[in-house]
């Protein structure tokens, strides 16, 4: 965690005023986040995990000053007294933005439902010439990822309580890899996605979305992880009165915020056709892996507590089978 005196340390290489007060961000779990205020204005104050590294700090420095330069609503970097975008103090990679005021997301505002597909949809747009790609890492909802999580969790279920719901996700596996297959998944269309989606990294003022932040995982993928995770946190709707409450998620979607995110997003920047079909099979993989991820990380638990987290990824799918139309753009 960030303390004041770690922020006073950081802000001493930066022309930004007296620290007053410093306090952590509530959120954020890639990197350390202080919101600071000083003499001269408020701040964000990031210290980043020793693992990133220079190479992914300057990439995400490059796309922000890509982005702002485009008209892009993104955060803006603000350099040291020396000129550079980051400075190094025993051994950690300290960065400072503005501060963007602004409100959180409400998902009972439609606008922000629009505003929320609007937005990616210009940031796929914004970044469709950026320069320095990196090095691709794969596929991350590809249906190719679900058999290796289903092999796992059978290996650990020594006792076989998990039988029955692991046999159902592995068949529904199989049925998922026909509809989606790897060579149908690389050949969506693909561009340095956002990466990390959800309610947190968006900042709102009134209707109108005024920042997308937090490019911490950004990475070469299908443009459609991006729509997909966004549904997933943006458009759940409220949870069935019997709904197991130690699952991974809240609930299905609701389909009018389902709609209105997907119709911002396809406005300024249509689904293909094979995206379409795409969709709902990336948000079921999103379920689905989460829920196994959640039982492969639970190992010490009771069986009943896993029989409930495998219980929602199925039920989740099955609504998905009834509702896939929410998914439809016209």
Same mark, same amino acid.
């Given at each position: 965690m960030l303390t004041q005196h770690d922020v006073e340390r950081a802000l001493q290489n930066y022309d930004l005023g007296v620290v007053r007060s410093a306090r952590p961000a509530s959120h954020? *779990? *890639?990197? @350390? /986040? $202080? #919101? $600071?205020e000083t003499s001269a204005g408020r701040y964000v104050v990031r210290r980043n995990q020793r693992k990133l590294g220079r190479a992914s700090l300057d990439l995400r420095h490059r796309l922000l000053g890509w982005l702002r330069a485009h008209g892009f609503p993104a955060p803006r970097l603000i350099p $040291?007294? /020396?000129g550079e975008t980051a400075i190094e103090i025993d051994g950690r990679l300290f960065e400072v933005f503005t501060f963007i005021d602004g409100d959180e997301f409400n998902a009972d505002r439609p606008a922000h439902l629009i505003g929320t597909g609007t937005v990616l949809a210009?940031?796929?747009? $914004?970044? @469709?010439? #950026?320069p320095d790609e990196p090095a691709y890492q794969g596929p991350r909802y590809s249906t190719s990822s679900l058999p290796g999580l289903i092999e796992r969790a059978m290996q650990r279920d020594v006792m076989g309580d998990l039988t029955e719901p692991l046999n159902w996700y592995d068949r529904r596996a199989v049925d998922l890899r026909k509809a989606l297959p790897e060579p149908a998944y690389m050949a969506l269309p693909q561009v340095l996605i956002h990466g990390d989606v959800h309610r947190d990294n968006l900042i709102f003022r009134g209707d109108s979305v005024a920042a997308l932040i937090d490019f911490d995982q950004v990475t070469m993928d299908a443009r459609l992880v991006d729509v997909a995770d966004a549904l997933v946190d943006f458009a759940v709707g409220a949870a069935p009165s019997d709904w197991y409450p130690w699952g991974v998620y809240a609930g299905p979607l609701d389909a009018e915020r389902a709609r209105n995110l997907l119709r911002g997003y396809c406005q300024m920047n249509p689904l293909t056709p094979a995206e379409r079909s795409a969709l709902p099979v990336i948000v079921e993989v999103i379920w689905l892996q989460g829920n196994l991820r959640r039982v492969l990380m639970t190992l010490d638990a009771e069986p009943d507590y896993h029989l409930e987290v495998l219980g929602q990824g199925r039920r989740l799918a099955t609504w998905l089978h009834e509702n896939r139309k929410c998914l439809e753009v016209g």
């Open positions: 954020g *779990v *890639v990197n @350390e /986040t $202080a #919101f $600071a $040291a007294r /020396t210009r940031y796929h747009s $914004a970044i @469709e010439d #950026f």
